[in-house]
């Protein structure tokens, strides 16, 4: 979301949003790099988390995982979907004992927050050998109060699904949603043709659909919005920007183009084991993971159109 709120014009953070947005070490010692520039391409980590206001329990899921790879040069950028069902080894940590389970399993064996997103990490450094640049934790209630300040988002619904969790129906057609209505759509799986997969790309819909409604909003000529989004921006994000400066960060990607966004899922298939539904990779991700470890993922998404679409 910062770096969509850089594409809509911002070329600076003041020091006062600065103090707004919450830093930690989210990332696992073994799962950061060791580098503090942004020269080459870069990966960061995206959590989403359902936590609701008030909530400090240990409980909480990982609604949302995504590997943000931006090849060099930044001017485009590769949002991978982890499957929230995926089989893997989670290591120990914060009390937990390790062994195989669902990798939207491991933000809350960690206890969730700081603890839980650096277990994830280390579970995703275990599977795909990726070291990170950098991560966000975001909470599912500020998503909804910055979609509502950007005035809403327009949505292209292409089946039509009924929430399991409002009753809510969405007709297909493209469509102006504001924040409740957006969360609710894209967290649906249920009576989907490609279920999770379908929900993943969703998601990296509204991603896309939130930096074209804050290229739109004009942020610069409003400066009172730009103030309450900046704000409901800094209140529900966490990061851990490894070092870097988050100015230096906004400034780097203040180039990359809503256009040149790519969503990507990992190569996978649904499987049932010992009656429990998973998700296991296929040939070990069929080279994705070798790909965002180097500079080849351009060429990756080439020859796997399958796996990839433009958002």
């Not at 008030?54 to 930044?74: C, F, M, N, W, Y």
């Not at 650096?118 to 795909?128: C, E, F, G, I, P």
């Not at 851990?240 to 230096?248: A, I, K, M, Q």
């Amino acid at each position: 979301m910062l770096a969509g709120l850089a594409v809509a014009g911002l070329k600076t953070l003041s020091h006062r949003y600065d103090r707004t947005v919450t830093k930690e070490q989210l990332l696992a010692t073994d799962a950061r790099t060791d580098r503090t520039d942004l020269d080459g391409p870069l990966n960061y980590l995206l959590v989403g988390s359902d936590r609701r206001p008030g909530d400090s329990g240990p409980d909480q899921r990982s609604d949302t995982i995504l590997i943000v790879h931006v090849p060099a040069g930044q001017r485009e950028a590769y949002l991978v979907s982890i499957p929230r069902d995926l089989l893997v080894a989670i290591p120990p940590g914060n009390g937990f004992g390790g062994g195989q389970d669902k990798i939207n399993a491991a933000y809350e064996h960690g206890g969730g927050g700081q603890a839980g997103a650096q277990l994830l990490s280390a579970t995703l450094h275990r599977l795909t050998g990726i070291r990170f640049d950098g991560a966000a934790l975001i909470e599912f209630s500020g998503f909804r109060k910055v979609i509502d300040l950007l005035g809403g988002v327009e949505m292209c619904v292409d089946t039509e699904v009924r929430s399991i969790h409002t009753n809510r129906v969405f007709p297909t057609g493209c469509h102006q949603m504001d924040g409740a209505q957006a969360l609710d759509y894209v967290r649906q799986r249920y009576d989907l043709p490609g279920g999770d997969y379908d929900r993943q790309h969703h998601q990296q819909q509204l991603l896309r659909a939130m930096l074209d409604s804050a290229g739109k909003a004009d942020l610069r000529s409003n400066p009172v919005k730009l103030d309450q989004v900046l704000r409901a921006v800094g209140g529900s994000l966490t990061v851990d920007t490894n070092g870097v400066p988050l100015e230096d960060l906004l400034l780097a990607l203040r180039a990359l183009p809503p256009d040149g966004m790519r969503g990507v899922q990992v190569p996978s298939s649904p499987q049932t084991i010992d009656e429990v539904s998973y998700v296991v990779l296929d040939n070990g991700g069929n080279g994705l993971f070798e790909a965002l470890r180097g500079t080849r993922v351009p060429v990756w998404a080439q020859a796997n159109p399958r796996w990839v679409t433009r958002l």
